[in-house]
């Protein structure tokens, strides 16, 4: 069988080996059609009708042994393989523009001839005039032209044109509104058959400007030389400019601070002065039915804070989550088993390290993701929610008794989250309350859905198949939380770790309230959380979420946290930047898993200095991946790490950092409630509060954790002493007393036991004693 996907299977970055590339030609750029056959094919053509010339071209051979499988999640775990199969590419030249090609693949030679049935596309190309783009707020009128601006554009990328409309808007948020940014002539609409599918211009960058933002960002804090895009993604480990929270807006600083927000969740592209290093670059895709399209482009200037404000008036503030969130949290994916949770609990009071929040990933029967696993309940052919008495726990099960165990917990001061996910499992295939679950899901469509009506059916290869509900949908959304609520009204849970909500691919997905897949993907995990949060809110609780995924409109559901790394100082150094961009885009309430959750386990030295960071980050938690319960085990608890590496020094430097934890808290309850006041991220870059010093961006991972702590990580191996830079003011030292007064770089020992911590000299006899912990 010869198949051939002309837009591949969604995937935002790789190319299949059976789709059309690109999936829309330009008018003048030759494309590529890509087919896969079995192996014993051994010649495929491309027949194709243009304008009434027919023309055969011969595919070559790309790879003799592909199989067709899906970037994986989990490490070690099992793959979805597939067939091996061969795979072929032809290039076609480009098809002028208004014409179309017809094209279909056959197998001469073959004792029976395969074909697939023809595929038609026509190209597209960049107009001046198709579009309009709008500035927001309203700019104020200037006496003269603004000017050009930078170098002139060169051909590559081709410089554009278009409609920039200026709308009588009030300004909202900042001082006052930015003037002349867009490049006049940088304006362009790449139009196809259906209409206008993208728009790209560019604003201009003075030399010393520095841009941050674009939501939670692992490569780097000043995105300035850099390519990058938003689109919701779930790249396991190593996320490079991916992220599974993408915002369209960022920070520019320099002589002069703005910001601004592309108002679309379609996905957007970003060439931040890397092609033209006097201009930063933005392309947004449209939607493709609308003739002619209007984005709206805001603009701020102002304080750090007051574009971040405006931003977040616009998008959703955050809330203010409750103070618990700031005790030690701890968290192992192994384990599975009420036994094995409340073991770890009680050597957390033996070892005299405080915890105040617990999260159980592997507490459900990974089916209905709603029913403790070993659980006994009757089947509800309906999909009907259950209540707290319709299960039997057995006494000799993995969970014989939640409710105690959740009573049990409370009566420590600990609360409880429990893990989710926004699927509903297909493999292998659900029986019991499971098929029934997704027999309601498909006859109600409650799941989001194809283009030609058929349930989406998750195209990556964790949870694979697995249907995806509806939160768009009023009616899917009740159903799906009602399956839950029991844990929340009658368990007493405390909230839940959203993971996922990164599964939606394609442009082809359809959504209850209308939006198309191009439109409604990135927007999935922020209905998702909303969605746990009003489950919450309905049952009086004040509790949280705890995503990994998001896009704009986020900020407004608090907790998140920095996905998957492995336990390298690469990856350390990664999740600094991850939660200072983070903030910086008003995902103010972020952790990450201290020194990483997964491979093998960090030295006793990464995870101490990864520990002390955690320590003066909004949220401290350690957490470890699935490993099979292989020995020696990968938990990263404090006295596995212990044990493992032998170093007598990691328990009693972990309980040190976990008590000043519980010492901060004051603060860091003080400095929440000021951080969701004034829109600067508890935990925030430099430039929220130095923006006009250069220095700072040569101290990308130093950072303040509310208005008068300077935190400075220790991110390299074998390091004995630190050099610190300290803005201007007066510091003392948390650990030695001393005073400094800056602008200044001064240099310190830097014990496993410390981290570099400054104080705000007149907030010093407050917050020391604070911090004041006896030596380990």
Known sequence: MIRHRPFGLGHPYRLEPDQRVPPIPIEGEPFEVRATTGNDVAELRVELHLDGRHAVVKARPHSTDVELRSDGHLAESPRRGGRSRRSWIARIDPIP?????????????????????????????????????????????????????????????????????LADRPPRGGREIVRDRLIPGSVGWLVADAGPMRVRFALRLEPDEHVVGFGERFNALDQRGHQLDAVVYEQYKGQGTRTYLPMPFAIVTGRTTWGFHVETSRRTWFDVGKTNADRLWIEAALDPSESDPTLNLWLWEGAPSE???AFLERTGRPRLPPSWIFHPWMSGNEWNTQARVMDEVERSRLERIPVGVVVIEAWSDESTFAAFRDAQYPVHTDGSPHRLTDFGFPSDGAWPDPPGMVDELHSRGIKLLLWQIPLQKARPTPGSQAAYDQKVMVTHGYAVRQANGRPYRNRGWWFAGALMPDFTSAQARDWWLAKRRYLVDELGIDGFKTDGGDHAWGDDLRYADGSRGDAGNNRYPVAYAAAYHELLASSGRNGITFSRAGFTGSAAYPCHWAGDEDSTWEAFRASITAGLTAGASGIFFWGWDLAGFSGEIPSAELYLRAAAMACFCPIMQYHSEFNHHREPSRDRTPWNIAARTGDPRVLPIYRRFAELREGLLPYLIEQAALSVKTSKPLMRALF??????????????????????????????SVESSRIYLPQGEWIDVWNRETHLGPVVVERRTPLEEIPVYIRAVRGADLLPLISMPKP
């Open 97 to 165: 523009f208004g014409s179309r090609l017809r094209y279909r693949f056959t197998t001469p030679g073959k004792a029976e001839s395969e074909q697939t049935r023809w595929f038609s596309v026509r190209s597209a190309r960049w107009e001046t005039d198709r579009g309009r783009l709008v500035q927001l707020p309203n700019p104020a009128p200037h006496p003269d032209p603004p000017p050009q601006g930078g170098r002139e554009v060169p051909a590559d990328p081709p410089p554009q044109g278009g409609r920039e409309i």
């Open 307 to 309: 574009v971040l404000s």
């Open 688 to 717: 929220f509060e130095a923006p006009d010093d250069p220095e700072i961006w040569n101290w990308p991972y130093e950072y303040f954790l509310g208005d008068d702590l300077l935190v400075a990580p220790v991110t390299e191996p």
